[in-house]
């Protein structure tokens, strides 16, 4: 393990792990935090400028390999292999990190500079290589969703059910509060799937003041709600795939809907999320699942 951590790239099913086939980690950069930019505006008379928050930019960043192939044949095979490895593609792909201590970080990149493999290589059989990434979202986060069980109302014991959050109902009606600690140090926006029966389901980020709100509408048995509040997706579908946005209220806040990171250098932040609704049987089951996310490595 080189730089401290082990370095993969996966696209859809198919994985490569850069040390298993040779090739080392030997300088970064670009891998701390977030660039951002911060927005001012200034009045006719003001002196300085009100400050209106900031927001991310793209990340570029560099890492630095050692192409060694031990041979002249396998040092050529090894400079075509890492080029067809980090050529530009139509999508981008997973960069994973995984320290020696078991985190592992991931960001969505392409390759968009580098590998120029210029003649004065350090020997016959080595050299060093450099790669540019560009990160649309620069934010790094887990691969692993994460994995929480309750049981609720008049559930039984509580139950299972991998990289969801799920609430079970017992009762006719639910009104319920669950906190979640969340400990990425920046935001995320969560999925959520209801499924029915339920009227009226209302999500509410305590913390935030962010409200999904369904108020009016009743999802039935054997149907589901997925709100997903990703940016780029913010979308309501049901489970045939058909958009039903138009049942949030018009004071919901799907745009915005997210997980607060904690501030300075605590561990974590408690979301406190409720769920209220009627009209639901053992069968009504409400999900959420997230990815933490945070501002670099």
Not at 53 to 63: I, K, M, Q, W
Not at 109 to 121: F, K, M
Not at 134 to 146: G, I, V
Not at 258 to 286: C, F, M, R, W, Y
């Amino acid at each position: 393990m080189s730089g401290g951590y082990n370095l993969s790239v996966h696209i859809d099913a198919d994985s490569f792990v850069l040390q298993d086939n040779g090739y080392n980690v030997v300088g970064d950069t670009g891998l701390g935090l977030s660039p951002l930019q911060r927005h001012e505006t200034r009045g006719a008379q003001q002196h300085g400028a009100t400050d209106r928050g900031r927001t991310l930019r793209p990340r570029n960043f560099v890492l630095q390999f050692k192409v060694d192939g031990q041979t002249f044949r396998g040092y050529w095979d090894k400079r075509d292999e890492l080029v067809r490895v980090f050529k530009s593609t139509e999508s981008l792909f997973e960069l994973r990190f995984t320290f020696q201590n078991g985190d592992v970080r991931s960001i969505d990149c392409n390759a968009v500079g580098g590998l120029t493999y210029p003649s004065n290589r350090r020997s016959a059989f080595a050299d060093r290589a450099s790669v540019e990434f560009r990160a649309p979202d620069p934010t790094w986060y887990d691969p692993n969703e994460q994995s929480e069980t309750y049981g609720i109302g008049g559930g039984s014991d509580a139950f299972d059910i991998p990289l969801e959050i799920p609430w079970q109902i017992g009762a006719s009606t639910i009104d319920i509060t669950k906190s979640i600690a969340y400990a990425g140090s920046w935001q995320t926006n969560p999925i959520i799937k209801i499924v029915g029966p339920i009227t009226d389901c209302v999500i509410t980020n305590l913390t935030t003041d962010e409200v999904l709100d369904f108020t009016g509408t009743t999802i039935g048995a054997g149907d589901y709600y997925e709100i997903d509040t990703r940016y780029g997706y913010k979308t309501v579908t049901d489970s045939s795939g058909v958009s039903q946005i138009a049942d949030l209220t018009d004071d919901s806040d799907l745009g915005t809907f997210h997980l607060e990171p904690p501030v300075l250098n605590n561990a974590s932040k408690d979301n406190d999320i409720q769920v209220t609704g009627s009209g639901v049987t053992e069968a009504t089951e409400i999900f959420l699942r997230y990815k933490t996310r945070y501002l670099g490595i």
